[in-house]
């Protein structure tokens, strides 16, 4: 059974698997990695969703303000022995329903353009590719989302 827990970056079982993600994405990022490390900084997101299976910590996902009515989702990892649970629908669900709860009316996210699941899973769940906005614009190795109503 998977359970979900509302927290902040400084829980230290995301801590632990930001870490697995940037070594992820250094790996799959190559020489890209060190432009794109300077806005996936986690010590002031407020909140974070972290996802535990048999009392482990599995994935996680987080958010910040992104516009007045706009947040950025951030940091979303499923360890590889867990994707395909549907663990990855489960954190992002449980960040747009926060984010509504405070008042937020979209989201708006990046990923890299060759993480095909990454991309299935936000159309999957809603979102709409839109041009790259903010530090993105110009760059062909990211894709960024929108989904226009939480």
Known sequence: MITLLRTNSSHPDFKS???????????????????????NK?????????????????????FKLYDTDIVEIKRMYVNPICR??????????ELEDWAKELGFKQAVLETGSKYKDAIALYLKNGYEQIPNYGQYVGS????????ASL
Request: charged share 20%; net charge negative; with cysteine.
């Open 17 to 39: 698997l930001v870490q697995y993600l940037d070594v992820y994405l250094a790996e799959m990022d190559g020489e890209a990695h060190n432009f794109y490390s300077q806005y």
């Open 42 to 62: 986690i010590d002031n997101l407020k909140e974070v969703v972290l996802a535990y299976k048999n009392n482990e910590a599995i994935a996680c996902g987080a």
């Open 84 to 93: 395909g649970e549907g663990v990855a629908s489960m954190v992002l669900m």
């Open 140 to 147: 062909n190795l990211s894709a960024c989302f929108k989904k």
